[in-house]
Structure formats: structure tokens, C-alpha cells
């Protein structure tokens, strides 16, 4: 996908992501599979993949069906599985052609695997899907026997995996809520090997890989942490993830440069006044691009090496960054939005901050944008 209407730029370091998995890998004892749905958090799928590939993982847990068929073209020996799972005929029709790995949580999933399924000479492979404490998607332990009834009586469906999702991982203060999610797993995943199933437990996402070690099982499902950021960042249990590295820079142009004497105001609102003489870049990003306008008169962007504040609100494509104190900043000079080189350069944390989200929302809107991707 590439949009025409903008002038953002969004760069991927490969390497950091790679350095990334390299950690998580040290601290698991069992598989990772790299969480790479909704374009690889904004990264871009394929070539995070791809990359993540090249050191060794084998198995992928992208999001939709679609999104999961696209990724098994570029990488035919991998396992691909689909967090989300068929939703539609049309998913069907792709699970039947295709042998990706449906995360399956509901009869209505169960319908449409077995009808892929049934289209099939080969058997089709399914994680199934428990709630243990989310209350969003899946199976719970009660319905386990109902389930097992129904793979009896399926036997071109073959599960290979269970899981679960953790609400809480990266909240110390919840701990014992994931506890509690870790002992109904638990316990599911007893009842589904009583009755003979082979499958590979998992269950944690970054945080759990990283905090939670009783609950890796054999298989472990980290997103956030691949793409740099701490899931413990202002928690007492901050070191646990503090040598991750951020991959995700965004750039935008600076397109005018100008006086804003003293007593002037800026922008739609005129929601913030000079209150000396100063000088301000306007720079191409806005709303448009994912940039929210949450950030107006909050966020900042780094200009020459040096923090700019964002003054007033930010507009459709454009938002005007104080450089009174920053010399040298002409049109065509680049601000980053995001990352950046040197020690100033802006957190995915730090940014998410002003604009009063999460750093997985501030990558997915932002990745949106056009990409290159390096080392
Ligand atoms: C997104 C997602 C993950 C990854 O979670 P992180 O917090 O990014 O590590 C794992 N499992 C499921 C089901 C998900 O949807």
C-alpha cells in the first residue's frame, strides 16, 4: 500500500528488530512466534518476517485470514497462523486453498474451518482458542467437552495448538489476575491432553515472555517487545525489558520556516500566543498521516538533533514546531516525528505520552505511511 497524499516517511531498522528477537530468544525456553498481524504493528509484514525468518523463527501469527494467506506466499516453508481466524465464506475459501493455521474460538469458526477442511485432501491444522479471563474471544473450560465431541466427529480438523491471551501481563499491579488466567489455562490445556490431543501450549505475549516464565509452555506469541518497546516502561518492573531497541523512524519535511513575533497566535483556535519573539517551522504532517491532533500544544518532534515543541493545533497535513532556539532549519530540513539520531531521539513511549495512547496505536497509525526498510 502507498498513499500519495503525504509527505511522511516512515524508516525500519531491520537490525533492531532482529537484535530484538535475539533477546526474546534468550529468555525462552521454547518457540517464539512472532506476532506480525496489522502489517507487523506498522512495520511492514513482509520484510519483518522475512527478516525474523533469517534468524530462525518458524512459525508467524499474523491477523486476518487474508493477511495470513499474503504472508505464506512470501514465506512458503513457514507456519502461518491467523490470531483472528475465519470470520466469512470468503476466509473459508482461503483456509481451503492456502493450509494457513486459524486460531479457532467459536462454533460458528468451527463451521467454517470444518467446511475448509472438507474441501481439502490434506487435514486442516487449527489452534483453538480459550478465553481465560480477556472475556473477548474463545472457548472456555466448559465448553471443553462439547469441543472434543465435535473434533471427534471432524477428524480432517486437527488441532496442533491451544491458547489464550493475557490481559494484564504487563501490569504488575495485576499479577494476580494473570495467575489466575495462567491456572485456567492450565487446567484447560490438562483436559485437552487427557483426551489424547498433541498440541503445543501458548499463551504469553511479550510481557509474559518477559516477566512471567511459569507461563511459557511450549510456544510463546510477542509483538510489541519485537518492535522495541518496553511493556514494562514506568512500572517498578521497568529493567525487565530496557534493552530493547525502538525500530520505527518517521520523518517529515519541514516546509516553511518563519517569524512568529511576540503577541501573535498560531493555528486553528488560535490556542497558543508567542509569548516572545520566536521563530517556527512548519513541518507536513497531520491528522492525515496518522500524526493525531491530540498532540497539538503536547507533543514534540526532533529538529537538527534538538527537541522542537509542537505549538498550537495540528492541522490536516501540517503541524509548526518551535525553532527559536534550533539554527539552520531551512525548508526540506527533515523532523522526526518518531526516533531520530542521538540522544534526544523520541521514544515510542515517550510519544504515545503526549498523545495520551499506547505505543501499539501510535505505530499502527503511523505505519500507515509509506516505508523504506534497512538495516
Ligand atoms: C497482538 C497479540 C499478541 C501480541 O501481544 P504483545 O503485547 O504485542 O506482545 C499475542 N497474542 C494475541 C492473541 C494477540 O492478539
Redesign the pocket.
Known amino acids: 500500500m502507498s498513499i500519495t497524499y503525504n509527505k511522511i516517511h516512515v524508516h525500519v531498522r531491520l537490525g533492531a528488530i532482529r537484535a530484538n528477537y535475539r533477546l526474546l530468544s534468550s529468555k525462552s525456553g521454547g518457540e517464539i512466534i512472532p506476532?506480525v498481524?496489522a502489517d507487523a504493528?506498522g512495520h511492514g509484514m513482509a520484510p519483518v518476517a522475512q527478516a525474523l525468518h533469517d534468524e530462525g523463527a518458524r512459525t508467524f501469527?499474523a491477523g486476518t485470514i487474508e493477511e495470513s494467506c499474503e504472508l505464506a506466499e512470501v514465506l512458503p516453508d513457514a507456519r502461518i497462523v491467523s490470531?483472528l481466524g475465519p470470520v466469512d465464506g470468503v476466509d473459508a475459501d482461503l483456509m481451503a486453498k492456502n493450509g494457513v493455521v486459524p486460531?479457532v474460538g467459536s462454533a460458528e469458526q468451527m463451521d467454517l474451518a470444518a467446511e475448509a477442511a472438507g474441501r481439502r485432501t490434506a487435514p486442516l491444522d487449527v489452534c483453538l482458542k480459550f478465553d481465560t479471563g480477556m472475556s473477548r474471544l474463545g472457548f472456555t473450560l466448559d465448553d471443553v467437552p462439547a469441543l472434543l465431541n465435535r473434533l471427534k466427529q471432524t477428524p480432517k480438523l486437527r488441532p496442533v495448538m491451544a491458547?489464550s491471551?493475557l490481559a494484564c501481563a504487563?501490569e504488575p499491579e495485576h499479577f494476580e489476575h494473570v495467575r489466575k488466567q495462567g491456572a485456567r489455562f492450565q487446567a484447560i490445556l490438562d483436559a485437552l491432553r487427557r483426551a489424547g490431543l498433541n498440541i503445543q501450549g501458548c499463551l504469553a505475549?511479550?510481557?509474559g515472555l518477559l516477566a512471567h516464565g511459569a507461563l511459557h509452555h511450549e510456544a510463546q506469541?510477542?509483538?510489541?517487545?519485537l518492535y522495541g518497546v518496553n511493556?514494562f516502561h514506568k512500572t517498578p518492573m521497568e529493567d525487565m525489558g530496557r534493552e530493547l531497541t525502538p525500530a520505527m523512524d518517521v520523518f517529515a519535511p519541514v516546509v516553511q520556516v518563519r517569524d512568529l513575533p511576540k503577541g501573535r497566535t498560531i493555528s486553528y483556535g488560535a490556542s497558543y500566543t508567542a509569548d516572545r519573539d520566536m521563530r517556527v517551522a512548519v513541518a507536513a504532517a497531520g491528522y492525515a498521516d496518522g500524526y493525531s491532533r491530540g498532540l497539538s500544544n503536547k507533543g514534540q518532534a526532533l529538529v537538527a538533533g534538538k527537541r522542537a515543541n509542537i505549538l498550537g493545533r495540528v492541522c490536516m497535513q501540517l503541524c509548526i514546531l518551535d525553532v527559536t532556539e534550533i539554527s539552520g532549519v531551512r525548508p526540506g530540513v527533515q523532523a522526526a516525528l518518531l526516533g531520530g539520531e542521538g540522544p534526544q531521539a523520541i521514544r515510542p513511549e515517550e510519544l504515545a505520552g503526549w498523545w495520551g495512547t499506547i505505543p501499539?496505536e501510535v505505530f499502527c497509525l503511523l505505519g500507515l505511511n509509506r516505508k523504506t526498510h534497512g538495516n
Do not use: E, Q, T
Not at 506469541?221 to 517487545?225: S, V
Open positions: 506476532v498481524k504493528y501469527a490470531l486460531f491458547s491471551h504487563d505475549n511479550s510481557a506469541r510477542p509483538g510489541i517487545a511493556p501499539y
